[in-house]
C-alpha cells in the first residue's frame, strides 16, 4: 500500500504512456496509474491524425512549403491569439521527431500516402494511423509499456499530490475499491489526466452556454477531478471556459462520427432545406454556431463515391457504418431521390445544391463558402449521408505549464516535483483546438515531461 518509484505518471492515455515510456528510457523506475479498468482515455478514441510539418507523406502529395513556423501560427490563429506561443512553437518543432518516434521506435503504422486536412490549417498536415483511430496507437503504447516492464495499474484513481516541506511534490495518494495507496515519487508526478468534457456539471460550471443539450464525444473517465487536485496543489488552472465541440456526432449517442470525416475530401454539409451554409473545412467552433443555427439544431453530411474513393471512411469504420444505419441516421443510396426521401428534404432544393456544387468543383472555385481545398464533382451516385450535431469534445483550458511542461502557479512560478502533459493542460489551443493537434500536443508534451521527471530523480 506504499510503494517508491523515481517517477510516478497518472493517466494512461497518449501523454501517461508517452511521459512513463520515455521516463523508463531514462532511466528512471516508473509506475502508470490509470483510474478507469481499461487504459487508453479519449487518446483511444479519437481519430489519431496527428500533425507534423514536413512530415513524409507530405512529398508524396506534392506539398513541399510547409514548416513548424506555418503550423504554429495556424495553431495560434486558430485558437484566437489565446494559446501561449513559446509553448506552442514547442509542440511544433518536436511534431515531426514525435512522429517519427511513434513510427520508429512504437512501431505505429500510419497510411503512406494520405493525409487529413483539418479545419483551420493551412497546409495538410496531419498523419493518420492505420483504422483512423487511437487503437493503432494505444496498442503500440501498451506493447512497448509491457517490453520495458513498467508497471500500469487500473481502477487506480489519483487523489491527492503529496507535497513535502519545501513545496515540492513528492508523490501521490491514490484508492483502489476503497482502499488507499501512497505512490512516493523520487523525481516527481506527471498529471496525465485528460480532460473534462464528459463531467456536464463541470462544462456548463465553466461555460454555461454549453448545457444539457448537448452530449459528449468523450470517454467516460473524462472527468476533470484531477484538475481540482492540480489546483489544490497550488497549480493555475486557465482557459476554462474555452469548451470545444466537435461538429459531427452522432445525435443520439453524442459520439464523434468519424465515418462523415469524408467532410475533409469533399463531403457538404446541408441544411433540413437543402442548402449549404458554411465551409465544410472551417473551424469547429464555426461549424458547430453555424449547425446550431439552422433548423432543428442538426445538419446533413452528403458524399459520394468520387469523395469516398478518397477519404475511404465507409470502409474504414465498418461498425460506424452498420450502426448509424441501423439506427436510422445514415443512408446509402444510388439517386438524390432515394437521399431526399430519406432525410425529407425538398428534393428540388437538394437537386439544386448539388448541382451547384458539381458546377463550382475544382479548388477556387466555390462562389459561396470559398471550400479551401476545392468541391468535388457530386453528380454521380453513390450517395452517403448522415445526420449530425455538435457534441462537447476538447476542453481546451486546465493546467497552466511553460515550454518544459512544468505546472505553474498563478504567479508564474514552477511547482518542483509536478509535470503535466495533455489534454490536463490549458496554454497549447487558445480558444480552439485544430484537428490532429490533440496528439501531437500529447505526445510531445508527455514526453518531455517523462524524461524532465527522470532526469529530477538522478
Ligand atoms: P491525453 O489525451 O491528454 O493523454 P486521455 O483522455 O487520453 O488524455 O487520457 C487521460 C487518462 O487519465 C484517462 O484514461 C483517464 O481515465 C485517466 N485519469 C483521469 N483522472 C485520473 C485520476 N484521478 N487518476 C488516474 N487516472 C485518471
Not at 501517461?16 to 479498468?37: D, Q, T
Not at 465541440?245 to 449517442?253: A, E, K, N, R
Not at 445514415?330 to 437537386?351: G, H, N, V
Not at 456544387?357 to 471550400?371: I, L
Amino acid at each position: 500500500k506504499n510503494a517508491t518509484y523515481d517517477v510516478v505518471v497518472i493517466g494512461a492515455g497518449g501523454a501517461g504512456f508517452s511521459a512513463a515510456i520515455e521516463a523508463k528510457n531514462a532511466g528512471a523506475s516508473v509506475v502508470l496509474l490509470e483510474k478507469m479498468p481499461a487504459v487508453g482515455g479519449n487518446s483511444l478514441i479519437s481519430g489519431a491524425e496527428m500533425n507534423a510539418a514536413k512530415n513524409w507523406v507530405q512529398p508524396v502529395l506534392g506539398i513541399t512549403d510547409d514548416s513548424p513556423e506555418l503550423h504554429a501560427k495556424d495553431t495560434y490563429l486558430g485558437g484566437d491569439k489565446k494559446g501561449d506561443m513559446k509553448v506552442i512553437n514547442v509542440m511544433t518543432g518536436n511534431a515531426l521527431d514525435a512522429a517519427l518516434w511513434c513510427r520508429d521506435y512504437l512501431g505505429v503504422r500510419f497510411e503512406p500516402d494520405n493525409l487529413f486536412f483539418f479545419g483551420g490549417h493551412s497546409r495538410k498536415r496531419a498523419l493518420i494511423p492505420v483504422g483512423h483511430t487511437g487503437t493503432e496507437f494505444i496498442s503500440k503504447f501498451q506493447a512497448k509499456a509491457d517490453e520495458l516492464g513498467i508497471p500500469v495499474i487500473t481502477n487506480m484513481k489519483a487523489e491527492e499530490l503529496i507535497k513535502d516541506k519545501d513545496g515540492r511534490v513528492v508523490g501521490v495518494k491514490a484508492t483502489m475499491d476503497g482502499a488507499e495507496y501512497t505512490f512516493n515519487a523520487k523525481g516527481g508526478v506527471v498529471l496525465a489526466t485528460g480532460g473534462f468534457g464528459a463531467n456536464p456539471k463541470m462544462v456548463e460550471h465553466y461555460n454555461p452556454k454549453i448545457d444539457s443539450r448537448f452530449k459528449t464525444t468523450d470517454a467516460p473517465g473524462t472527468t476533470g477531478e484531477a484538475l481540482y487536485m492540480a489546483q489544490r496543489a497550488g497549480a493555475e488552472l486557465v482557459n476554462m471556459q474555452y469548451i470545444q465541440t466537435y461538429p459531427i456526432c452522432d445525435p443520439i449517442s453524442g459520439v464523434i462520427e468519424l465515418i462523415a470525416d469524408a467532410r475533409f475530401d469533399g463531403a457538404i454539409m446541408l441544411n433540413q432545406e437543402g442548402k449549404r451554409f458554411v465551409e465544410e473545412l472551417g473551424r469547429r467552433d464555426v461549424l458547430s454556431e453555424a449547425i446550431l443555427a439552422q433548423t432543428g439544431n442538426y445538419c446533413w453530411v452528403l458524399w459520394n463515391d468520387k469523395i469516398g474513393a478518397v477519404s475511404n471512411t465507409v470502409k474504414e469504420h465498418p461498425t460506424e457504418y452498420d450502426a448509424f444505419t441501423k439506427q436510422g441516421i445514415m443512408k446509402t443510396c444510388d439517386d438524390l431521390k432515394c437521399i431526399a426521401d430519406f432525410t425529407k428534404i425538398p428534393y428540388e432544393s437538394l437537386k439544386g445544391t448539388v448541382d451547384r456544387v458539381t458546377s463550382m468543383a475544382g479548388k477556387g472555385n466555390d462562389k459561396d463558402f470559398h471550400h479551401r481545398a476545392g468541391l468535388v464533382d457530386m453528380s454521380q451516385g453513390k450517395y452517403y449521408v448522415i445526420k449530425a450535431v455538435p457534441s462537447v469534445h476538447h476542453t481546451m483550458g486546465g493546467v497552466r505549464i511553460n515550454e518544459k511542461a512544468e505546472a505553474l502557479t498563478a504567479d508564474g512560478k514552477v511547482i518542483p516535483g509536478l509535470w503535466a502533459a495533455g489534454e490536463v493542460t490549458g496554454v497549447t489551443h487558445g480558444t480552439n483546438r485544430l484537428g490532429g493537434n490533440a496528439y501531437t500536443d500529447i505526445i510531445v508534451f508527455g514526453r518531455i515531461a517523462g524524461k524532465a521527471a527522470a532526469e529530477a530523480a538522478k
